[in-house]
């Protein structure tokens, strides 16, 4: 089941630079202390705690209760199927913060497909694991749901958690993006 975002706080919470980066970093560490986040992300051990408290409040990340130790706070990642209201649907400033959250990850994709260009050739056979593919479909609107939907359903089918992780295997980024043709008359 999806988690629809419509409360304006938990996009602000979710679209903040230093939140995405925590985001990031518990996706690769799989679980973190504020300490550890803070020292990978170059910003103070206060700062991270803050954040992610907010994060928590609103259900992206939790505390690990198990490796609790003393003052010690463990973070994980919640598996939650976030989803925006349709563009419509969005008041002004809901719109203005989603935007925002767009531009960070686009830009975040950017800076990462260039980083993966520059140490391309030192990756042995990740190197050539690149599957790339430009096309079009011509669907309904209905048909673009359905379409999305399952390209998550096979998503999921391969999410792990780290310990659910087989030797061997590497954190492969991917990214969907459907819209109209915007030179197609309607």
């Known amino acids: 089941m999806a988690d629809r975002i419509s409360d304006l706080a938990m996009a602000k919470a979710l679209a903040n630079p230093v939140r995405q980066r925590i985001l ?13 986040l803070a020292e990978r992300l170059g910003v103070t051990t206060g700062g991270t705690s803050y954040n992610l408290r907010v994060l928590a409040e609103h259900g992206f990340v939790e505390e ?8 010690e706070r463990w973070w994980r990642l919640t598996r939650l199927d976030v989803r925006f209201p349709v563009l419509s649907g969005q008041s002004p400033e809901f719109r203005a913060t989603i935007e925002q959250l767009n531009q960070l990850w686009l830009a975040e994709d950017l800076e990462t497909f260039a980083r993966f260009q520059e140490v ?12 790339y593919s430009r096309g079009s479909v011509r669907l309904t609107l209905e048909e673009l749901a359905e379409f999305f939907e399952e390209y998550l ?24 993006i459907a819209f109209p043709d915007p030179e197609e008359a309607t």
Not at 120 to 131: E, K
Request: aromatic share 6%; hydrophobic share 35%.
């Open 120 to 131: 391309r050739s030192r990756l042995g056979g990740w190197g050539d694991a690149m599957p």
């Open 24 to 36: 990031r970093e518990l996706e690769i560490l799989g679980e973190a202390t504020s300490t550890v």
């Open 64 to 71: 690990v209760l198990e490796r609790a130790h003393g003052r």
């Open 153 to 176: 359903a096979l998503l999921k089918r391969y999410q792990r958690t780290p310990d659910e992780t087989p030797d061997g295997a590497r954190t492969v980024l991917t990214r969907f």
